[in-house]
């Protein structure tokens, strides 16, 4: 089993839709969470991060994390084609190891 | 505009060739990561050094990959000898430690072996 599992899609929706990508992980030790965007042929950017537990927003993003659960989100508001992109999740940690451990990415179309 | 830069680009050599991959952090950066990406695997890491050291490289295949960071301006990772199924995209990026925010990606190094 993978540490970070993410659902590959891919997902297409609308113009103007609201976007839910999501993330479950195994180990409880993770403390930041990343949201990285990767344009075909290019490399990750770093999109959203949040340390520990809670929500963040950015403009039209926004990310949510839930360690209880071991669950994070990232919702699009009003999506554009321009972020039709992969959108990979990320997690660190911050003791011991300090690897950052990537989902497998959902790829996202968004349709004019 | 701070950027990871890596080179070469774009390689294709023939199985058994040696192949270096070279990195140069962000300036101020102490942490570097070396990740393979493909269809199937997505991005899988491979080693990653903090103040030139290195930390992991459990995820790198010990009898043909190696990595090193000889000073904090460069860093390497090797192939050999190469085979097909290293044929993929190498990212390498850097960071502050381990601030998760400060982490960001070079454009990767495309690698065919035919």
């Known amino acids: 089993q993978k540490e970070v599992e993410q659902d590959p899609g891919p997902l297409s929706v609308p113009e103007g839709a609201i976007v839910s990508l999501n993330c479950t992980y195994s180990?409880?030790?993770?403390?930041?969470f990343m949201w990285y965007r990767q344009y075909s042929r290019k490399g990750p950017e770093l999109l959203m991060y949040?340390?520990?537990?809670g929500n963040k927003e950015d403009g039209r993003f926004t990310a949510q994390v839930d360690k209880s659960s071991k669950y994070i989100s990232l919702f699009i508001r009003d999506s554009q084609p321009s972020d039709s992109a992969t959108y990979l999740c990320?997690?660190?940690?911050?003791?011991?190891?300090?690897?950052?451990?990537f989902g497998q990415g959902t790829r996202l179309t968004i349709n004019p | 505009d701070a950027r990871v830069t890596q080179t070469p680009r774009h390689k294709v050599t023939e199985m058994g060739q040696e192949v270096t991959m070279r990195c140069q952090p962000i300036l101020g950066h102490n942490t570097v990561f070396w990740y393979r990406q493909t269809m199937m695997q997505g991005l899988e890491l491979l080693a990653y050094f903090r103040n030139r050291a290195p930390l992991d490289d459990s995820g790198m295949p010990k009898d043909r990959f190696s990595a090193e960071m000889p000073d904090a301006t460069l860093a390497t990772l090797k192939i050999q000898p190469s085979e097909p199924r290293d044929s993929a995209v190498y990212f390498c990026a850097s960071g502050i430690g381990v601030q998760g925010n400060t982490i960001y990606f070079g454009e990767g190094s495309w690698l065919t072996v035919v």
């Open positions: 949040t340390y520990s537990s």
């Open positions: 180990n409880s030790a993770f403390q930041y």
């Open positions: 990320a997690m660190m940690l911050i003791q011991g190891a300090q690897k950052l451990v």
